[in-house]
């Protein structure tokens, strides 16, 4: 398909509500179109750098164009097609996405992430293991197990201790709890939160955590390392391994320190015996790393290398002995070139949860929400454990008619929310009917809430309606020009024959000129070749041929022949010649040599069809385009008021 003209897109408009002071600046088929809505498109095209400047009468004519086009679409409903509703649909869920958020929590947690990004945290705890369904019981228990630990700690035992006998975490017992440098996005987010409100020193209060309780004590804050570009040659061999697995594997990490010091190359060593095939294929590179992403053993290790190129003496990971060479730093980028990379991982992490909720306790005020957990309860009481299997029929159960919450004055049943729950097969056995019935009233809740207020975002904000109007026009706008003169135009061969033919003289050939280029690998052959190129201007031999007569032992071409046509003013014209036919310009003392001739001057002629399908089919689509606004001025009527034309600047 021929490419869309530019100032289609630009003539796309956004209609705005018609002010008390606002006037009909025209009438099309006696439908006003307000002059707010052209004040809007005609400013803020004008305003596009680059786009000539246009008087607002000159403008008219293109706008006027554009709301008939539109107006036929609709005339002939194009906008009542399955496939146009369903393009439009989707381009409104993907517009409707920033107004079903909470953009000052998500602007708020944005900088306070980036914060936490430039300024990194060293922190140690100690953790109290909780199940991820637990019970009341096993909750207090912990943070009762959790209290006590941190009355010890207050009393003055030493971290490290405590940790070591204590801590759930089984690295607790090898690193007494350190965690190292980190930064955001590191931690999960209430460990996050609670290390970076502490001071130097302090203990936290218990933090709970999916993994369950947490005693958290700030060892340091710092600015940022920044970011550092590592690679590695490793040698695996787990902690958990033999003696002996170790030993060896420690053996071979020190052959290939052995051989880096006396000067073997990195990449040579590392494509000998390193063992991590992840990395093998970049040369070991591994990614952009900060503070936090590395055990902090190797951590201190590598950003301590000053120098490019530099690298480490062996040491030990969790899965064996590495050797790293420092490929870069950077310092962090600023904020706003860090912004989208933040807000996706945001979204992705326990901040998107908290933004969703704080956004659906937006709407259930707005939309009046209340809920009735006695009838929640009572529904769950009705159920059995066929729910677990998906086999549970809440016609079972009898009426369910009381309500379960209400929304925008709208009640919901105890049958809708039993319909709901039944719409999975399948829970997990270790949650409760009850958790369950809740769990899925909430998500019911926010489907709800949404929806409703999805529903509404063209009422409650101006530049929603305003954009999806302009992707309403537009697509309209697309697929009738589209079907009446784009496509339409491609297809019709014959129709583009017959326009070449009438406009012929438009689609002339300049003064051209055939040229070959001999390029000569051997100096021996630059007299032969000079005169049999001149002889093949009149013999028209081809190309091949000419290197056979050239040099018919060599089995390597011993001269390149390239022929080129070239039209006067050409910017594609890369080498110098004069526009006569026979001219010839040796390079004898280039390497390679050549010889650069002029084999024809071809005077300007009429391209043929072929030679100009692509200008032909652009200017007869816009010949049929201007046939078709003629033909649609006639059909609608077109009024101006000219006195409220002549007031807009």
């Known amino acids: 398909m021929v490419k869309v003209p530019f100032y289609f897109w630009l003539l796309i408009s956004i209609p705005l509500p018609a002010s008390p002071q606002d006037e009909a600046l025209l009438t099309i088929d006696n439908q006003p179109v307000m002059r707010s809505e052209f004040?809007?498109?005609?400013?803020?095209?004008?305003?596009?750098?680059?786009?000539e400047i246009k008087t607002s009468a000159e403008y008219l004519e293109l706008f006027i164009n554009f709301k008939l086009k539109v107006h036929e679409s609709r005339q002939l409903g194009y906008d009542t097609i399955q496939a146009y509703r369903k393009e439009l649909a989707g381009y409104r869920d993907q517009l409707a996405k920033p107004y079903l958020q909470d953009r000052s929590l998500i602007d708020r947690l944005l900088h306070e992430a980036y914060y936490r990004t430039v300024n990194e945290v060293s922190a140690s705890h100690i953790m109290v293991k909780l199940h991820s369904n637990p019970v009341p019981a096993d909750t207090f228990s912990?943070?009762?197990?959790?209290?006590?630990?941190?009355?010890?700690?207050?009393?003055?035992?030493?971290?490290?201790?405590?940790?070591?006998?204590?801590?759930d975490d089984p690295s607790g017992k090898i690193n007494e709890g350190y965690l190292g440098w980190f930064s955001a996005f590191a931690m999960v987010l209430p460990f996050e939160n609670a290390v970076y409100s502490?001071?130097?020193?302090?203990?936290?209060?218990?933090?709970?955590?999916?993994?369950?309780?947490?005693?958290?004590?700030?060892?340091?804050?710092?600015p940022s390392l920044g970011e550092i570009k590592l690679a590695h040659i490793m040698v695996r061999a787990a902690r958990n391994e033999s003696p002996d697995m170790i030993s060896k594997a420690k053996e071979k990490i020190d052959t290939c320190y052995q051989m880096l010091q006396t000067g073997s190359q990195f990449v040579d060593v590392l494509k000998q015996h390193s063992e991590d095939a992840n990395s093998a294929q970049s040369g070991g590179q591994m990614r952009w790393l900060r503070a936090g992403e590395l055990p902090p053993n190797i951590e201190t290790l590598v950003f301590a290398l000053p120098n490019i190129g530099d690298y480490t003496v062996p040491v030990q990971s969790d899965y064996g002995w590495h050797i790293f060479r420092l490929e870069g730093k950077r310092q962090i980028a600023p904020y706003d070139e860090l912004k989208k990379q933040l807000e996706e991982r945001i979204n992705a992490d326990e901040r998107g949860r908290m933004i969703e909720q704080s956004f659906i306790s937006g709407l259930k005020?707005?939309?009046d929400f209340i809920?009735?957990?006695?009838?929640?309860?009572?529904?769950a009481s009705l159920m059995d454990s066929s729910i677990y299997s998906g086999s549970w029929n809440s016609a079972m159960a009898g009426d369910l008619i009381e309500p379960v919450f209400s929304i925008n004055h709208k009640e919901y049943t105890q049958k809708n929310l039993a319909d709901f729950v039944s719409q999975i097969k399948r829970y997990r056995l270790n949650e409760s009917i009850i958790s369950i019935v809740i769990e899925k009233c909430d998500e019911l809740v926010n489907k709800e809430l949404i929806a409703l207020e999805k529903s509404r975002l063209e009422e409650k904000y101006p530049e929603f309606r305003f954009l999806m109007e302009e992707y309403h026009d537009g697509i309209l706008l697309f697929n009738i020009m589209d079907e009446r003169i784009w496509s339409k135009a491609v297809r019709d061969t014959v129709g583009l024959m017959e326009f070449h033919a009438q406009h012929i003289m438009d689609y002339m050939w300049k003064e051209r000129?055939?040229?070959s280029v001999y390029t000569i690998r051997d100096e021996s052959y630059l007299k032969m070749t000079r005169k049999l190129a001149r002889k093949r201007i009149e013999m028209k031999w081809p190309a091949a041929e000419m290197v056979k007569m050239i040099c018919p032992q060599d089995n390597v071409a011993c001269v390149d022949i390239t022929d080129h046509t070239y039209e006067r003013g050409d910017p594609d014209e890369l080498i110098e010649f004069d526009w006569k036919k026979g001219f010839t310009k040796i390079s004898g003392k280039a390497d390679p040599a050549s010889i650069i001739v002029v084999n024809e001057i071809r005077p300007p002629v009429p391209k043929s069809f072929n030679e100009s399908r692509g200008q032909v089919t652009a200017d007869y689509q816009n010949f049929l385009d201007q046939q078709w606004i003629g033909i649609l001025r006639d059909k609608y009527p077109v009024s101006v008021n000219q006195s409220v034309l002549e007031q807009i600047h």
Do not use: C, W
Request: charged share 30%; proline share 3%; net charge positive.
């Open 39 to 51: 004040e809007r498109v005609y400013r803020k095209n004008n305003s596009i750098q680059g786009l």
């Open 142 to 167: 912990a943070y009762t197990r959790a209290m006590e630990i941190r009355n010890r700690l207050m009393a003055g035992e030493l971290f490290e201790k405590i940790a070591r006998e204590e801590s």
């Open 513 to 515: 000129a055939d040229v």
């Open 198 to 222: 502490l001071q130097e020193g302090e203990l936290s209060n218990p933090v709970r955590s999916r993994y369950g309780y947490h005693i958290v004590r700030l060892n340091g804050k710092r």
């Open 371 to 379: 809920d009735y957990p006695e009838n929640i309860t009572a529904l």
């Open 365 to 367: 005020i707005d939309y």
